[in-house]
């Protein structure tokens, strides 16, 4: 049985995602895909394997999209400038992508390789960004490891409508961020 035309990994991935987005990672099933894509769920089989495939698939692609994104804030931005850069970008990945950032958030599986990759270019890029601050490897693993939670922590409430008060989100998460930085400054080294 031959792969339907115009029907590839990338296309299912996109539609899946936009699932995801929408509906949220629940709603994401062969058989929705099937129904988006105007396919039956068999011929997805040529492309993923099965549901966790799918889904493999769609954490690998949330994490090269939030990747690039924050990827290309660091192009112009250093040290503090950076690091706000950042975590604006992260939010904003959140926002647009809810779905498809839950999916992000899973450890990777260590046999699976092009996620492990995927997982350990964001870390690196993450470490990088703090060249600016002096911190040996190990203290940025855990800085990064701070910093991401401070941007999910953030993120998740928001998305739980947990932000109810007359404040801009986005100017606390200004503030936040600011405040995490002010901290490494009077970190030991």
Do not use: W
């Not at 068999?42 to 949330?62: D, E, F, M, T, W």
């Amino acid at each position: 049985m031959s792969p339907r035309r115009g029907l590839d990994l990338m296309v299912i991935v996109e539609a899946a995602a936009a699932i995801a987005d929408e509906h949220g990672v629940q709603d994401v099933t062969l058989a929705s895909l099937a129904q988006k894509l105007g396919v039956r769920s068999p011929s997805l089989y040529n492309h993923v394997n099965g549901l966790k495939g799918l889904r493999n698939q769609l954490a690998i692609y949330g994490l090269k999209k939030l990747t690039l994104m924050m990827n290309e804030v660091l192009e112009n931005n250093t040290g503090d400038e950076a690091m706000h850069a950042v975590a604006s970008a992260y939010i904003s990945f959140a926002r647009l992508h809810p779905g498809l950032y839950e999916l992000t958030l899973r450890s990777p599986d260590d046999d699976d390789a092009e996620y492990v990759a995927c997982a350990q270019q964001l870390v690196e890029m993450l470490i990088n960004m703090l060249s600016h601050y002096k911190l040996d490897y190990d203290t940025s693993i855990h800085i990064v490891r701070g910093f991401r939670s401070l941007l999910h922590g953030f993120a998740s409430i928001e998305q739980k409508g947990g932000f109810g008060m007359s404040q801009s989100p986005n100017d606390s998460i200004k503030i936040i961020v600011q405040t995490y930085i002010n901290g490494l400054r009077f970190h030991p080294q």
